[in-house]
């Protein structure tokens, strides 16, 4: 039985990378992420005490997320360290001063009340109302007044809060599919259909896109990294107190510059009278399909460029060479504790162009479908007894499995694309997703729709993804 009263004491150094591939096993094992891994770590839990460590995980990883979840989990530990409530049991102490902690980070703001009866909230109501008749997924939510009404009635609905009067139905139809204002049907139809596609591309997005760092650009120009000259910025002051200034030079690798993409289609004035849901669905989810094939492409363009060596960087080499020390030096391997142990030296002793150490750690392993089950045996758990027991690689990588990857030899290791650029995909600044646009159809009759989306994606660092080509690769 863990004594009621007892304090964690946080270690004085870093706590070792098997403590922390432990602890990071067991945050995974509960499905909350490693961000809490180092803090947890510092205290050198058994694996009794990280257990009701994780019941404050939970709490901060409920009610908040990123920085302020480890921040609130952080000043959770301090007080079990200082003994706060400490006659009660550990796990239900780490909860409460988790949730203790939330509060204090997360003081409550005034609610704005927002006028519904208003001609734009009308029309957000209408479109969230739209979006549950075209995905059966979707509970309305602001327009729940409105989910019993079906396609036509819309139209008619936005002809009357127009002040529009027609002496019939279709009429009213007619009309409203040649609209084309700022409430007009066409317009709400269309913001409906954009957050249709906004859903189901977040529910199925390419694998690859965890790989990969999001930029959001402002315009289509193309641009490189910006790098600095020397050897090190940061030097010595000797004792004439001077200081070396130095100037940002364009002259890193070049960033992904955007291409437009689009495609449209046609809604007749039949559908919408005769209120055909499966066609409308049937279109969005063609389009749903068609978004995600090339978001997928386009992402994987500078992965298998030049053969699948890579996109030619600035140095005029492939992205993977011996050159820039993210292959390895002889033939390819399969997955094994040995071949990724050499894959991660190769990354941790990677530089940058002034020749300083990156010191990357691995976060993810990425592999064609053939290598699942191969990297899921490499990286399956194992159930230790202590903490301090695991394999070094156990739970510590991302598994991605890619489909889009053709060739079934190579494997990549990559560094967190949430910190370090890689494998960069880019958007155009207000238009982070693709957008449905319509107008009055002229060769049919009816409405048409288009959807375009403006995306590009470079690979700007080499040293933080390592491929290795595989056994016979």
Same mark, same amino acid.
């Given at each position: 039985?863990?004594?009621k009263?007892?304090k964690? #004491?946080?270690?004085?150094?870093?706590p070792?990378?098997?403590?922390?591939?432990?602890v990071?096993?067991?945050?995974?094992?509960?499905g909350l992420?490693?961000?809490?891994?180092?803090?947890?770590a510092?205290?050198s839990?058994s694996?009794?005490?990280?257990?009701?460590?994780?019941?404050?995980?939970k709490?901060?990883?409920e009610?908040?997320?990123?920085?302020?979840?480890?921040?609130?989990?952080s @000043?959770?530990?301090?007080g079990?360290? &200082?003994g706060?409530?400490?006659?009660?049991?550990?796990?239900?102490?780490?909860?409460?001063l +988790?949730?203790?902690? =939330?509060?204090?980070?997360? $003081?409550q703001r $005034?609610k704005?009340?927002?006028?519904?009866?208003?001609?734009?909230? #009308?029309q957000?109501? @209408?479109?969230? +109302?739209?979006l549950?008749?075209?995905?059966?997924t979707h509970?309305?939510?602001?327009?729940?007044?409105?989910?019993?009404?079906?396609?036509?009635?819309f139209?008619?609905?936005?002809?009357?809060?127009?002040?529009?009067?027609?002496?019939?139905r279709?009429d009213?139809?007619?009309?409203?599919?040649a609209a084309?204002?700022v409430?007009d049907?066409?317009?709400?139809?269309?913001?409906?259909?954009?957050?249709?596609?906004?859903?189901?591309?977040?529910l199925?997005?390419?694998?690859?896109?965890? &790989? &990969?760092?999001?930029?959001?650009?402002?315009?289509?120009?193309?641009?490189?990294v910006?790098?600095?000259p020397?050897l090190n910025?940061v030097r010595e002051?000797?004792?004439n107190?001077?200081?070396?200034h130095?100037?940002?030079?364009?002259?890193?690798?070049?960033n992904?510059?955007l291409?437009?993409?689009?495609g449209?289609f046609? =809604?007749?004035?039949k559908?919408?009278?005769?209120?055909?849901l499966?066609?409308?669905e049937?279109l969005? %989810?063609?389009?749903?399909e068609a978004?995600?094939a090339?978001?997928r492409?386009?992402?994987l363009?500078?992965?298998?460029?030049?053969?699948?060596?890579?996109?030619?960087m600035?140095?005029?080499?492939p992205?993977f060479?011996a050159?820039?020390?993210?292959?390895?030096?002889?033939?390819?391997?399969? #997955?094994?504790?040995?071949?990724?142990s050499? &894959?991660r030296?190769?990354? %941790?002793?990677?530089?940058? %162009?002034?020749g300083?150490?990156?010191?990357?750690?691995?976060?993810?392993?990425?592999? $064609?479908?053939?290598r699942e089950?191969?990297?899921?045996q490499?990286?399956?758990e194992?159930?230790a007894a202590?903490?301090q027991?695991v394999?070094?690689?156990t739970?510590?990588?991302?598994?991605?499995?890619?489909?889009?990857l053709?060739?079934?030899? $190579?494997?990549?290791?990559?560094?967190?694309?949430?910190?370090?650029?890689?494998?960069?995909?880019?958007?155009?600044?207000?238009?982070?997703?693709?957008?449905?646009e319509?107008?009055?159809?002229?060769?049919?009759l009816?409405?048409?729709?288009?959807v375009?989306?403006?995306?590009?994606?470079?690979?700007?660092?080499?040293?933080t993804w390592?491929?290795?080509?595989?056994?016979?690769?």
């Open positions: 039985m863990m004594n009263s007892m964690l #004491i946080a270690r004085k150094d870093a070792p990378a098997r403590l922390l591939a432990g990071r096993g067991l945050l995974k094992a509960q992420p490693d961000d809490f891994a180092q803090v947890m510092t205290y839990p694996v009794e005490v990280a257990e009701a460590l994780i019941e404050a995980a709490v901060c990883s009610r908040t997320k990123g920085e302020e979840a480890v921040k609130a989990f @000043m959770a530990m301090q079990l360290e &200082a706060e409530f400490e006659t009660a049991p550990l796990a239900d102490r780490a909860k409460h +988790a949730a203790a902690a =939330i509060d204090t980070l997360t $003081p $005034p704005v009340l927002r006028d519904w009866s208003a001609p734009e909230a #009308i957000e109501k @209408m479109a969230d +109302a739209m549950a008749l075209i995905d059966k509970a309305p939510t602001v327009g729940r007044e409105y989910s019993a009404k079906r396609l036509s009635e139209a008619v609905m936005s002809e009357e809060n127009a002040g529009r009067r027609h002496r019939t279709d009213a139809i007619r009309a409203a599919m084309n204002g409430g049907f066409p317009v709400t139809l269309g913001r409906a259909m954009d957050r249709y596609i906004a859903r189901r591309m977040e199925r997005a390419p694998d690859i896109l965890r &790989a &990969a760092s999001k930029r959001v650009l402002e315009d289509y120009r193309p641009s490189r910006l790098t600095l020397g910025p002051v000797l004792e107190g001077e200081i070396e130095m100037t940002f030079e364009e002259k890193g690798e070049f992904p510059v291409r437009d993409f689009a449209g046609n =809604i007749t004035n559908v919408v009278a005769d209120d055909d499966g066609l409308v049937g969005m %989810r063609s389009m749903v978004c995600i090339k978001q492409q386009v992402l363009e500078p992965l298998l460029a030049n053969a699948g060596n890579g996109q030619t600035a140095n005029g080499l992205m060479s050159e820039n020390g993210n292959i390895p030096p002889d033939v390819g391997d399969q #997955i094994t504790v040995a071949s990724l050499a &894959a030296t190769s990354m %941790r002793k990677q530089k940058d %162009r002034a300083q150490i990156l010191a990357l750690e691995p976060w993810g392993l990425v592999v $064609p479908p053939e089950t191969e990297a899921q490499v990286l399956a194992l159930h202590r903490v027991d394999n070094p690689f739970n510590t990588l991302e598994l991605i499995v890619e489909p889009g053709e060739n079934p030899m $190579p494997w990549y290791l990559i560094a967190n694309p949430s910190f370090h650029e890689g494998l960069v995909w880019a958007t155009l600044e207000g238009l982070d997703g693709p957008r449905v319509s107008r009055v159809g002229w060769e049919t009816g409405m048409q729709f288009r375009i989306w403006a995306l590009d994606a470079k690979f700007t660092e080499h040293a390592y491929r290795n080509p595989g056994q016979g690769g």
